[in-house]
């Protein structure tokens, strides 16, 4: 039966480095740099662009904002603490509800929103 190492193999062709080739010792570490430098620049730097902008967003959350939460609760701010924000759900009952800052998914005029959809259908 024949048995294949990959040690048997010689390191040069293992790499991918031809003999004569002066760059080739080069060229393995500038590519992984070049790979981790692409990494960064198109996932890792646009997603904490986007999470400082929310963090700041919930943050300047003030008295008659409307929010939604992510469990798709829409309401009005009534009331601030640095924790927690109490948003009024419902106006002709008062209903209000005590949240966390954390749990705001979005800072906007949702019956506006609202009516564009439904005027779109």
Partial sequence: MLEFSFLDLPLPWLLGQAAGDPFGSYMFPVMIGVTLLMFYLLMVRPDQQKRKAMEQLIANVKKNDHVETIGGICGT?????????????????????????????????????????????
């Fill in 77 to 121: 701010v009534v009331n601030t603490s640095p924790k927690y924000v109490t948003i009024r759900v419902d106006d002709s009952t008062g209903a209000k509800l005590k949240v966390r800052r954390s749990a705001i998914s979005s800072v906007g005029d949702f019956d506006e929103a609202e009516s564009e959809t439904k005027a779109g259908e």
